[in-house]
Structure formats: C-alpha cells, structure tokens
C-alpha cells in the first residue's frame, strides 16, 4: 500500500469517528437534556448535515501538513479544487449533487440513429443550400478566366459533401498540409498498396509494368537475374561461353568481352 492509499484510509477512519460521535449524541434525547430545546425542519437539518461535511473536510485541510494537504484534493490551472476523498456513504448528500434526470441529449437529436443524422443536425440542408449558392456566386464572378466551361462549372450539394468528407479524411490521417486534389487522387491505392508491392518482383508481369509498380508503392524493383545468386548464363555474342553479368537494359547474358563501359553520368541518363 502506498503512501497515498494509507494517508487515504488514515483520514477515512478519523471521518468515521467523528460521524458516528456526532450520530451517537444525536441519538440522545436532547428535549431532555436541553430544556430550549426546539424541533427544526427537514431543510435546516439537511443544510446543517452539508456545512457539517464540508466544516469536517477543511479540519481535516487545516489539521494536515502541506504534503497531506496535496494528496487530499486536485487543483487546476484555474484554482478549481478537486477532491480525492470520496463521500462517505453515512451522510446524505448535498442537495447540489442530486441528479433529478438522466444525463444525454436533448430535443431532435434524441431521434438521430446514425452518425449522419447527428452531422445534419449542425449542418442542415438550409445551411448547405447556402453554401453551394455562395459558392456558385463566387465560381460565377471568376468563370470568364477559363477558356473551357467544364473548370469553372457550378457545384452542388453531392460535391459539397464528398469535399466535407476529404476534409474529415485529412483531419484523421493528419493530413493538415495535403491539398484536397491530393487526397482525391490518392483515392483506393492505399488499399492495393500492399498487394502492389508483392506484384513489383513477380516475373510474369511485363517489365514496364512493374517498374509503374514499383514507382507507385515506392519499392526497389530486383531483377530475375538478382532473385537468384550466382545465377549464371551463355553470352549473347559468344555462345560457347557462360557468364553472370547481365545488360543493364535488356537483361541479357553477356561476359566482359563485349561489355562497354559508360560512366555514372551517361548511366544517370538512361534509367532502367
């Protein structure tokens, strides 16, 4: 048990202690005892019974050291205090506390079932018919600048709402500095990126498409003749003789009689 776990229970016992005196003498007859004695209302006794409990929390403040004090309750930023400790289950609670009805949400949006329906409730139609009539104004003002009508067309409420949804994706891949045609354009090759990459080294595709491949996915292309190692072959000039070099470009077999050397710059000129 830790530090504050026993400094928890220490002033959870003095709590009880002090509620059960106080229950004890209430239990007295105090019309005996006290001849000016005078019976109270229900409201009085309940707010006697919520300065009692809060007069007992701030002894319990004052009687503590500062580290005591600290482990006691929470502050904010604010100065808002939070207490630790919960309520004792032997005093009634505050009448600030009582929950007279069930938490959630109120009005239409009790009929909502989907999270559409919630989102419309914000952004309702007559909020959209509003934005795509601005936004046609706006297009309107600057169509005389494109030669073709189709870059300047009106919008409307489909197109609107697929924008709001990129704009959602953006905000959960956090994606604040990818434009919108970004994400359009990249629409569905995240779900074939990993079979793309299985595709890149299979030697039954045509080479141009898997270098398309490997470009898209990002991947190192490996050619048939680096799948296998020490992978050898007959020259394609001198057929009595085998080899493992390979032409850069067309990928044949070929010793170093008829290879001619080029340098990095020239290389750089003509990718695979």
Request: hydrophobic share 30%.
């Amino acid at each position: 048990m830790d530090d504050y776990a026993r400094e928890v229970e220490r002033l959870t016992q003095m709590y009880e202690e002090v509620a059960t005196d106080e229950e004890n003498f209430s239990d007295s007859d105090d019309s005996v005892a006290d001849p000016q004695y005078e019976e109270v209302s229900d409201h009085q006794s309940e707010s006697g019974l919520e300065l009692e409990e809060d007069e007992l929390y701030e002894e319990l403040l004052v009687e503590s050291s500062a580290s005591e004090r600290n482990h006691l309750q929470f502050e904010a930023k604010d100065g808002t205090k939070w207490r630790k400790m919960c309520f004792p289950k032997n005093v009634r609670t505050r009448q600030d506390n009582i929950i007279v009805r069930l938490p959630g949400v109120t009005g239409p949006a009790k009929n909502a079932a989907s999270p559409r329906e919630y989102w419309h409730l914000f952004i309702d139609e007559n909020i959209m018919k509003e934005l795509v009539q601005c936004t046609n104004v706006y297009i309107e003002s600057i169509s005389h600048k494109y030669t073709h009508k189709s870059d300047a067309r009106s919008t409307n409420i489909p197109e609107l709402r697929a924008l709001f949804g990129l704009l959602y994706l953006a905000g959960v891949y956090h994606g604040g500095r990818t434009s919108v045609y970004e994400f359009w354009s990249n629409d569905g090759t995240e779900l074939l990126m990993d079979y793309m990459k299985t595709r890149v080294n299979s030697q039954y595709l045509p080479r141009e498409i898997r270098q398309l491949a490997a470009k898209i996915s990002g991947t190192q292309l490996v050619e048939r003749a680096e799948l296998v190692e020490n992978k050898r072959g007959k020259c394609a000039y001198c057929k009595d003789r085998k080899t493992r070099y390979t032409c850069r470009f067309c990928r044949k077999f070929i010793c170093l009689e008829h290879t001619v050397p080029v340098c990095q710059e020239c290389a750089a000129k003509f990718p695979e």
